[in-house]
């Protein structure tokens, strides 16, 4: 493997998506209380992602469970998605990040963030556009459930994720250091 041709900075996190249903504004005549139906079902599916804040260039994939067998599968699906590039990716302190087992491919450097700080983290702001897709719907399973993700997840283009995951922050950073 040839490493090396351009190392780059990826944001990574997961995000649990349910059958509940996600509530949120409605546009409504004034003085109307908005009206919608809603379910509790607390059945969830998970969907694991990274970004890269930079040029919004992304990979997201669903999983069942949120543990270190998926986030091993998760990081053997995002390597030889850049094969000749170094990955530099910043994430949170879950166990599962950190479990003995996993084998980092060698493409992947993992950074992680202080503790308790998921405002460093600008995937969060994509999991926020995607649920606020995903507002008052029912679906009747999870897989009508992971449809309508999909849908979602598909209308996100680079530019859309690059808009809302762009920190002026980490662009600096970036600049200077020239990844």
Same mark, same amino acid.
């Given at each position: 493997?040839?490493?090396?041709? *351009?190392?780059?900075?990826? @944001?990574?996190?997961?995000?649990? /998506?349910?059958?509940?249903?996600?509530?949120?504004?409605? /546009?409504?005549?004034?003085?109307?209380?908005?009206? $919608?139906?809603?379910?509790?079902?607390?059945?969830? %599916?998970?969907?694991?992602?990274?970004?890269?804040?930079? %040029?919004?260039?992304?990979?997201?994939?669903?999983? %069942?469970?949120? !543990?270190?067998? @998926?986030?091993?599968?998760?990081?053997?699906?995002?390597?030889?998605?850049?094969?000749? =590039?170094?990955?530099?990716?910043?994430?949170? !302190?879950?166990?599962?990040?950190?479990?003995?087992?996993?084998?980092?491919?060698? !493409?992947? +450097?993992?950074?992680?963030?202080? *503790?308790? *700080?998921?405002?460093?983290?600008?995937?969060?702001?994509?999991?926020?556009?995607?649920?606020? $897709?995903?507002?008052?719907?029912?679906?009747?399973?999870?897989?009508?459930?992971?449809?309508?993700?999909?849908?979602?997840?598909?209308?996100?283009? !680079?530019?859309?994720?690059?808009?809302?995951?762009?920190?002026?922050? +980490?662009? =600096?950073?970036?600049?200077?250091?020239? +990844?």
């Amino acid at each position: 493997m040839g490493l090396g041709n *351009s190392v780059r900075f990826f @944001c990574q996190d997961e995000t649990r /998506i349910g059958l509940k249903t996600i509530s949120g504004r409605k /546009i409504t005549l004034r003085g109307v209380k908005p009206y $919608g139906q809603v379910q509790g079902k607390f059945k969830a %599916t998970y969907i694991y992602g990274v970004i890269e804040p930079k %040029t919004g260039k992304h990979f997201f994939y669903k999983f %069942t469970h949120l !543990n270190s067998q @998926c986030f091993q599968i998760f990081l053997e699906l995002v390597s030889p998605k850049y094969p000749e =590039d170094i990955l530099i990716i910043q994430l949170d !302190n879950g166990g599962f990040h950190k479990a003995k087992k996993l084998k980092i491919p060698q !493409n992947i +450097i993992l950074m992680f963030q202080p *503790s308790h *700080s998921p405002e460093t983290n600008p995937i969060e702001q994509v999991w926020q556009y995607l649920k606020r $897709g995903l507002r008052w719907q029912l679906p009747a399973n999870l897989d009508e459930l992971r449809v309508l993700i999909s849908q979602q997840l598909e209308r996100m283009s !680079n530019e859309v994720i690059a808009s809302s995951a762009a920190r002026a922050y +980490i662009l =600096d950073a970036l600049s200077v250091v020239e +990844i």
